[in-house]
């Protein structure tokens, strides 16, 4: 497996946002599939067996992330996914991805809140990935 680059899977209907950490993701050194929104998204799933997905929440639909979520976890339960999310600044609601009653249905392995630095993505991603000591 050292041999291979990890993918990830980016799942945003902002193209400014994908383009962004397409480009930081790549230099990190990571595979990196990009998709516009939902459907693509679960299409690129399927085709490119990613090692981890980061998906925003708010796509063609309010709940688009977590119905993404939902369908990724349930295709592949081992699949870690970042949610990435500027619902708080947007509606003041706020969710916890870690906490137990939010991992019961945000099926999400972190939450993170937008604008998202890059430094914070990209510690999520090698903790989840166990590419951190």
Not at 36 to 59: F, H, K, N, T
Not at 95 to 120: C, H, M, N, T, Y
Request: overall charge negative.
């Amino acid at each position: 497996m050292a041999d291979r680059k990890r993918t990830l899977l980016l799942i945003d209907d902002d193209v400014d946002f994908l383009a962004q950490m397409e480009i930081r993701l790549r230099d990190a050194g990571y595979a990196v599939v990009a998709a516009e929104g939902e459907a693509e998204g679960l299409r690129l799933a399927a085709e490119s067996a990613p090692d981890l997905a980061v998906v925003d929440l708010m796509m063609e639909h309010m709940d688009s992330g977590f119905t993404l979520a939902h369908a990724l976890k349930r295709g592949r339960p081992d699949l870690p996914v970042i949610m990435v999310t500027g619902v708080t600044a947007e509606t003041g609601m706020v969710f916890d991805a870690e906490s137990g009653g939010g991992r019961s249905w945000i099926k999400a392995d972190a939450l993170l809140a937008k604008p998202v630095r890059f430094e914070q993505l990209l510690g999520v991603i090698e903790r989840l990935l166990g590419e951190t000591a």
